[in-house]
């Protein structure tokens, strides 16, 4: 399989402090996964890491949508049982001849990078920061330590997200389209992870997991080898 590179975006939804920790539970697991798999894993922003590896995009894919979570929170004091969720957007790197950008569409903010910080912390702005005025739409990448890396970076991502946007406007005016498989809405439930049964259940497909834990150590192998086979 030849490299493909993504952009993996994981937000807290419903569920307020318990949702944030889930969304971070579920981005240290995929990145565990691609470790596992050899592939390449560069840090965008907080909720953002860019993805490089054989065949990267097509096992992902299917992981976009809402991943709910139910388990006891640590914040929990009486033992009751929380649901919450999180939003996962797997977004292929899109060519600039695919989707191009007016520069007049664009504001641009720089600020520093909040992964920069003690006696190192640096006098140039090197985050930054765009906001497609538009859509509305808004990225940022702060790991590099240059500006112009972040701003390539940002101006790909916010490529991919145009392009997600388009797609999923385009699915709405396809007739039946709640009846296709992993087509990677946002707002579609995909996943539940079920911590007092021990059980990770896939909506799309009916099927069910043990072993729990695992899975979100980064073990997916079963998990996206049988929605990869079935939706296809």
Same mark, same amino acid.
């Given at each position: 399989?030849?490299?493909? !590179? ?7 939804? !419903?569920? #307020? ?10 981005? *240290? ?10 592939? =390449?894993?560069?840090? @965008? ?19 976009? #949508? ?13 033992? *009751? ?5 999180? !939003? ?10 695919? @989707? ?32 497609? =005025?538009? !859509?509305?739409? @808004? ?12 701003? =390539? ?16 406007? =385009? ?34 497909? #009916? ?15 079963? @998990? ?9």
């Amino acid at each position: 399989m030849e490299n493909q !590179t993504l952009y993996l975006e994981v937000r807290g939804a !419903t569920g #307020g402090d318990e949702a944030k920790i889930w969304s971070g539970d579920l981005l *240290r697991m995929y990145i565990r996964y691609a470790t596992k798999l050899g592939w =390449k894993v560069f840090p @965008v922003d907080e909720a953002v890491v860019k993805i490089v590896g054989p065949g990267a995009f097509d096992i992902l894919k299917n992981e976009s #949508g809402v991943h709910r979570v139910q388990r006891i929170p640590t914040t929990e004091r009486h033992g *009751r049982i929380h649901t919450s969720t999180a !939003t996962v957007a797997i977004l292929p790197e899109i060519p600039e001849s695919e @989707v191009r950008i007016n520069p007049v569409d664009l504001e641009m903010q720089f600020f520093h990078s909040s992964s920069q910080g003690g006696q190192n912390v640096q006098k140039v702005s090197t985050a930054v920061r765009l906001i497609h =005025k538009p !859509t509305g739409i @808004v990225v940022s990448a702060q790991r590099e330590r240059f500006q112009e890396q972040n701003r =390539k970076i940002a101006m790909d991502l916010l490529r991919a997200k145009l392009w997600e946007k388009a797609e999923e406007e =385009k699915m709405l005016t396809i007739a039946g389209y709640r009846s296709v498989i992993g087509r990677g809405m946002r707002a579609e439930k995909i996943r539940t992870y079920n911590f007092p049964q021990n059980r990770v259940t896939d909506h799309r497909i #009916g099927k069910s997991w043990g072993n729990l834990e695992a899975i979100l150590e980064g073990h997916l192998d079963k @998990v996206t080898e049988l929605t990869r086979s079935l939706t296809s």
